[in-house]
C-alpha cells in the first residue's frame, strides 16, 4: 500500500492526464464529526473534466437549507451524498448508500432573486479564510442571514445544488497558495451546476502550473448571474484593507 502511495508523485502541469484525490479532506470536520469529503478529480492538461465530491455528514435532500449546526455535528441518519459532474455534461447528486451506485438526479445553483436571502459559506477555521473581511462582504451585499461555517469541499457541493448561495475563501496571506486538490472537484461541479468560480481578481481557477494554485488568490464561487456582483464587492472591501 505505501509503494502504491507513493506512486502519487505528479507535480501537475499544463501537460498529461492527472487524477488528484484528497481522500479526508476537512479532517478537522471529521474528527468533530462535522463536514467533510472525499475528493477526485480528473485533470487533462491542466483542465478539470471530471469531479467527484463523497460527503458523508451532508443531507441527502438537495432541497435541505444549509443550518448554523452543520459542521459541528452532522452524522445523524438521512445523511451522505455523491456529487459528480463531467465537463459539459452538466452536475448531479445521488444518495451515498451501501447497496450499489444510486440513480444520479441533475442539480443546479439557486437564483438569487434578492440579495437580503442569501446565504454564504466559509470555512470553519479562521487560518483558511479571513472571516472579519467576509463579515464586511456579507453586510455590503445586503446578505443579513449569518455565514455558515462548514469544512471541506462539502460548501461547493452544498451551494451547486442550491442549498447554500456563495462560497467565499478569502485569503489571509500573500504568500498561500491553495492545493489543486482542494478545490478541483468542487470547481468543475459548481461550474456544471450553472455557478462560476474565480480568484478575489475574478480570473478562472488555474489548475495547469502545478501542485497549487499558484497565479490565484483566494476563491470565490457564486451564481453566474450574480457573480460579478459579489466580485465587485470583494474587490471594495479588500481594497480598502
Partial sequence: MLEIIDQGNSKGGAKGRIWTIDPIDGTKGFLRGGQYAVCLGLMVDGDVKVGVLGCPNLPV???????ADIGTNATDEGRGVIFSAVQGQGATSRPLGTAGLAEGKSIA?????????????ESVEAGHSDQGVAGQIAQKLGITKPSVRMDSQAKYGSIAR??????????????????????????????????????????????????????????IAAPAAVHDQVIKVVQEVLGQQ
Fill in 61 to 67: 435532500d438537495d432541497a435541505a437549507p444549509l443550518t
Fill in 162 to 219: 442550491g442549498a447554500g448561495d456563495i462560497y467565499l475563501r478569502l485569503p489571509t496571506s500573500k504568500s498561500y497558495q491553495e492545493k489543486i486538490w482542494d478545490h478541483a472537484a468542487g470547481d468543475l461541479i459548481v461550474r456544471e451546476a450553472g455557478g462560476q468560480v474565480t480568484d478575489v481578481s475574478g480570473n478562472r481557477l488555474d489548475f495547469s502550473v502545478g501542485r497549487t494554485l499558484a497565479e490565484n488568490k483566494g476563491v
Fill in 109 to 121: 445553483m439557486k437564483p438569487i432573486t434578492e440579495m437580503s436571502n442569501a446565504s454564504f459559506c
